[in-house]
């Protein structure tokens, strides 16, 4: 056999063995047990909805009143962008972790989302957004429905799929405020109105959930600036609101809550196992991650994912030890060709 096709043999297997060995049976693949509720969560990420945009929600500000939803402020890490945002809410994995920093990274999530882990104990789970999601988690969905430019019919649709398709978990991704947003800023008329047109469609969509005791959460990626954009790091980018509606599961919520701390919740709401790189805090019980991260921790006084970078560190030394004995093994075999 040529030398050079030995060479790229080789390298292809090494490159598949990194890949494939990168999460699995590593660090990232340490979880907590899972607790079945047979609960069903729909999740609205409402795309721009920064935190004062609540105030033209009528529907849901009478929920908080009526104290049939709980409400706090969504506190969200930089950068505030799609993308990370989406990764942040669904992987509970810091940007750090996940390493989705730009919009640009058309590339699939390389840590697990909440649907994934949901399909893996047999949760039947939907989508219905924007096919940005649809890129970063192309194989987390029983059922999805993906648009491109037009989100208009994004809540029919959500509706039709709880109707026919019943999913234990599902994402409701509408697109139009972050238009508006961007259009023609965060402090203007249409975006407000804007606002007030998807606290309709939820309230139409809320009235079809009740029917099968689906818990909600509301909130978004990221909010916008006065006069549109959210790149820039500010309070009405960085704050959005949470909304945690449900008639029988009982929350506690502080003033504020981080971004991060919507996949563990998630978690707990589905009775699926938490995995250790959402470093954020369950808003529901934490008891079982926190036993687990105590396992890994170098130096409590640090934030956990100091700890957690550390182990990485350690876990990306192991790999490469792991992949010098592959070398030597496979040119041992490809020798004898
Ligand atoms: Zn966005």
Same mark, same amino acid.
């Given at each position: 056999?040529?030398? #050079? ?14 890949? !494939? ?10 979880? =907590? ?99 940005? !999601? ?71 969509? #809320?009235?079809?959930?009740?029917? #099968? ?26 704050? =959005? ?48 991650? =926190? =036993? ?46």
């Amino acid at each position: 056999m040529p030398q #050079y096709i030995k060479l790229t043999l080789l390298l292809y297997i090494l490159i598949l063995n990194s890949t !494939i060995s990168l999460f699995k049976f590593t660090f990232y693949d340490i979880t =907590t047990n899972s607790k079945p509720t047979n609960k069903k969560v729909c999740l609205i990420i409402v795309d721009g909805l920064r935190l004062d945009a609540i105030n033209n929600m009528p529907f849901i500000q009478n929920l908080i009143k009526n104290n049939d939803a709980k409400f706090a402020i969504s506190v969200s890490d930089k950068p505030t962008i799609s993308r990370a945002g989406y990764m942040r809410i669904l992987t509970g994995a810091p940007t750090d972790i996940s390493g989705i920093s730009s919009n640009n990274q058309h590339i699939p999530s390389p840590v697990l989302s909440i649907s994934d882990l949901a399909i893996k104990h047999n949760l039947k789970t939907a989508l219905c957004g924007y096919f940005w !999601i649809d890129e970063l988690f192309p194989f987390s969905f029983h059922y999805k429905k993906t648009y491109f430019i037009r989100d208009g019919t994004t809540f029919i649709d959500a509706v039709s799929i709880v109707n026919s398709f019943k999913p234990d978990f599902l994402i409701v991704h509408p697109m139009s405020v972050d238009n508006a947003g961007h259009s023609f800023g965060g402090s203007s008329m249409q975006y407000k109105n804007t606002a007030s047109k998807i606290d309709l469609e939820i309230y139409k969509l #809320y009235k079809q959930l009740s029917k #099968y005791n689906y818990d909600i959460i509301i909130t978004s990626d990221h909010g916008h600036q006065d006069f549109g954009g959210h790149t820039k790091y500010e309070e009405n980018t960085f704050l =959005t609101p949470f909304v945690f509606i449900s008639k029988n599961t009982n929350i506690k919520l502080t003033k504020s809550i981080n971004q991060i701390d919507i996949a563990p919740t998630l978690c707990d709401l589905l009775g699926i196992p938490k995995t250790l790189y959402m470093t954020g805090n369950s808003l529901l019980d934490n008891q079982n991650i =926190t =036993t687990i991260r105590n396992v890994h921790i170098l130096n409590p006084n640090l934030p956990f994912e100091y700890n957690l970078n550390f182990s990485l560190f350690i876990t990306n030394i192991l790999l490469t030890i792991h992949l010098i004995i592959y070398f030597y093994f496979i040119r041992i075999l490809l020798a004898k060709f």
